[in-house]
């Protein structure tokens, strides 16, 4: 299909395929913000590698999950909220 013109069909994928491999590529750029990430791991043991990258990726998703500060409840007066009525 070199040189043609693409079909509607194949530029809502071109674009839906960007969109996503942009999202990855943020992700991966802040997991790499831990340097032991980056850098070449010198570390020998089996499987270590597998479990930096998973504890790096763990880090970077308890930084998604607490970016916004948490609400404040106030337990004294629990009839208040919505959820316990």
Not at 21 to 39: L, Q, Y
């Amino acid at each position: 299909m070199r040189g043609k013109q693409l079909t509607e069909v194949d530029k809502f994928l071109n674009r839906l395929i960007s969109k996503v491999r942009i999202v990855v590529e943020n992700v991966i750029c802040r997991i790499k913000r831990c340097r032991i990430v980056k850098d070449t791991l010198r570390l020998s043991r089996e499987n270590v590698s597998d479990m930096v990258m998973e504890l790096a990726c763990g880090l970077h998703n308890l930084r998604v999950t607490f970016r916004q500060p948490m609400q404040i409840i106030d337990i004294t007066n629990l009839e208040e909220l919505s959820y316990f009525k």
